[in-house]
């Protein structure tokens, strides 16, 4: 499989004229398995990057950098697509807001929430194709909403509970992070 892998990008740089001329990656993080949280982009590991630095001839540089730099001002543009997928992101919310009652299990609540994204996001005026990620925990699961690999449960929220919602959306392509935190039924 790296044979393939390697084979294939030898003949894409030779291809596009891009041995022994600088590549950049972003290598600020990375996966070494698939992610749990399906929202999270991966970044290539040190296998696939030495496939790379050969298929090059050793032009492979880390840009984290100037990455970094460049995505800190946005464009015109940039800026209207962002406002556009927390648009579609309000959709969840909604929905989250809806949905925190006492009696619903988390999972419930966090299928009503991508629902709202899928179905009132795609083919929207904000989105052709939209989507949402949704990890609800509520309880004394709240407690470990920071952790990664959030899961929602079948667990029952119960009056009083706080209920946390970990959001991620995608509207063609753009990606909104928000996290919103609301009690079932009254504070106690």
């Not at 891009?18 to 399906?38: D, H, I, R, T």
């Not at 807001?97 to 999972?107: H, K």
């Not at 795609?122 to 709240?142: H, M, Y």
């Not at 209920?163 to 392509?173: F, I, P, Q, R, S």
Request: aromatic share 6%; with cysteine; glycine share 10%.
């Amino acid at each position: 499989q790296f044979a393939t892998m390697e084979r294939l990008a030898k003949q894409a740089a030779a291809d596009l004229g891009l041995q022994g001329k600088p590549v950049g990656y972003e290598g600020s993080f990375e996966f070494v398995a698939a992610p749990y949280v399906c929202a999270e982009p991966g970044v290539i590991a040190g296998v696939t990057q030495n496939i790379l630095r050969a298929a090059l001839g050793g032009g492979l540089v880390d840009a984290t950098s100037l990455l970094h730099g460049l995505r800190a001002i946005k464009t015109p543009a940039e800026v209207d697509r962002l406002r556009r997928v927390n648009r579609v992101a309000t959709l969840g919310l909604r929905a989250f807001a809806e949905q925190v009652q006492p009696g619903r299990s988390e999972i419930e609540i966090a299928a009503a929430v991508e629902a709202a994204i899928q179905i009132g996001g795609t083919d929207s005026a904000d989105a052709r194709i939209a989507r949402g990620f949704a990890w609800v925990l509520a309880g004394p699961n709240s407690a470990v909403s920071y952790k990664p690999h959030l899961r929602s449960s079948s667990r029952r929220v119960a009056e009083g509970e706080l209920v946390v919602l970990e959001l991620a959306t995608v509207a063609d392509g753009w990606w909104s992070d928000l996290t919103r935190t609301r009690v079932a039924g009254r504070a106690q």
